[in-house]
């Protein structure tokens, strides 16, 4: 088959071979398989065979989506489950355990620095933040028993860039993977594995699916990581696997660069269970087969939007990487030569008086017509938060200058309507939410 982008996201991981010969993957709507011989399920079992055994380990239409998706990463194998915060999850659970260490990017999705500052603090795993545009923070907060540096490649809701090759040099010097969260560029804007991440982890929920419609995540092993290298640090993969017959998974998987799913899939997604539904690996599947379409009709609305932002009266600041006055201009035009995601932030020019700016922003927010009020991004409509009241209300004021926010801080996710629908609708909320009007 050709490997161009838009053939392997419309027909990769799937060729009809059944009796039936769907030319479209199935919904293999079953919780279990029945097994050629007794045989067979033992070699199965012990991992000596590749076949589909039990639902919650695997699906025959979340495989083709699997396969899809790491064919589209350059990656060489990947597991899908329930939701991006599974996949983060599971990703890290199976690099760091208690006694262990991360060290992540401060700018990251709200659900996974709860996930990290919250629940894996009380599991025992230790985890640092930094600013990710920090070269020397990322290397001071490394310790002995680091196991992994975790970023996202584009952040929400400030579109901040991440240096990907930098802190892949920092964390190979350390002799640990980097892990980045993908979600936001997708790999038609960004392939993070061709610039040094080991791993890439994807809310599915957000652009893959794109249609606001399923939840899923997925992480993909792009097979790059030495975990023999250094075999005392990483027993998990380097020891023999007690649950499956002794196999070392380095021994058996590390050739093809599979070993890391290899973990996840049969220890994590089977002993927690965050497991991918048929139907929604369907709805996925779909979605990613107009990926390349979407996204560039993404990419051009928004920055359209953000052109016409940045003219704009009312508005102080475009936090949007395509626009030559972004500080990640030039992160952009290495990382991102395709355009830079629809997800971005603007400020409403603040007045000095709060509680002005507070009715201000509810004006807007609440006059907006075709963008649509909802806590999500990626969607094929086009969204609009206030993270301020949303996402980011659990802040202090100290925290919001980290984070590059402000209290009129609006995020939008561009859709897929007319563009020139899109900036007619924040016009006419823009003015009726002007206090001069
Ligand atoms: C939404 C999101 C997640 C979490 O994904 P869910 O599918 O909502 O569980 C993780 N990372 C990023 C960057 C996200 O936008």
Do not use: C
Not at 201 to 222: C, P, Q
Not at 261 to 284: E, I
């Amino acid at each position: 088959m050709s490997d161009g982008f838009a053939s392997i996201q419309v027909q990769a991981g799937y060729t009809p071979g059944t009796p039936q010969n769907a030319v479209a993957p199935p919904i293999y709507q079953t919780t279990a398989y029945e097994f050629a011989s007794l045989q067979d399920a033992a070699d199965i079992f012990a991992l000596r065979k590749v076949g589909n055994l039990y639902s919650r380990a695997g699906n025959p239409t979340q495989l083709v989506f699997e396969e899809r998706v790491a064919a589209l990463e350059g990656g060489r194998a990947a597991v899908a489950v329930a939701s991006g915060q599974a996949a983060v999850a599971i990703t890290l659970l199976a690099l760091a355990k208690s006694g262990e260490h991360i060290v992540a990017a401060r700018q990251l999705y709200g659900g996974t620095v709860d996930l990290l500052q919250d629940t894996f603090a009380d599991w025992g795993i230790e985890v640092d933040f930094v600013d990710q545009d920090d070269l020397d923070a990322w290397r001071a907060a490394i310790r002995p028993t680091t196991r992994a540096l975790f970023a996202e490649s584009v952040t929400n809701p400030t579109a901040q860039v991440l240096d990907v090759r930098a802190v892949a040099d920092i964390a190979h010097a350390a002799g640990v993977p980097l892990v980045v969260d993908n979600t936001v560029a997708t790999p038609f804007l960004q392939r993070p594995g061709e610039h040094g991440a080991d791993l890439v982890v994807h809310s599915a929920t957000k652009y893959l699916g794109g249609h606001g419609t399923s939840m899923g995540g997925v992480v993909v092993d792009i097979g790059s990581f030495d975990f023999g290298a250094e075999p005392t640090r990483w027993p998990q993969l380097t020891q023999p696997y007690a649950r499956v017959g002794d196999v070392v998974l380095w021994e058996r998987f590390g050739p093809s660069g599979q070993a890391f799913a290899a973990l996840v899939k049969t220890k994590y997604v089977h002993d927690l269970g965050p497991s991918l539904s048929p139907f929604n690996s369907f709805q996925l599947l779909q979605g990613l087969e107009t990926l390349d379409l979407r996204i560039a009709r993404h990419t051009a609305s928004a920055l359209a939007v953000a052109q016409f932002l940045a003219e704009h009266a009312s508005v102080s600041a475009v936090h949007h990487p395509g626009l030559g006055s972004s500080p990640w201009a030039d992160a952009a035009a290495r990382y991102l030569p395709r355009g830079a995601p629809a997800v971005f932030a603007f400020d409403l020019e603040p007045s000095g008086d709060t509680d002005a700016d507070r009715s201000r922003v509810h004006r807007f927010v609440d006059g907006l017509r075709l963008v649509k009020l909802v806590a999500n991004i990626g969607d094929a409509r086009s969204l609009v938060a206030h993270p301020a009241s949303m996402t980011h209300s659990h802040l202090t004021d100290e925290q919001f200058a980290e984070v590059g926010i402000s209290k009129t801080t609006i995020r939008l996710s561009i859709g897929l309507e007319d563009p020139a629908d899109i900036i007619a609708d924040i016009a006419q909320a823009l003015a009726a939410s002007d206090p001069h009007a």
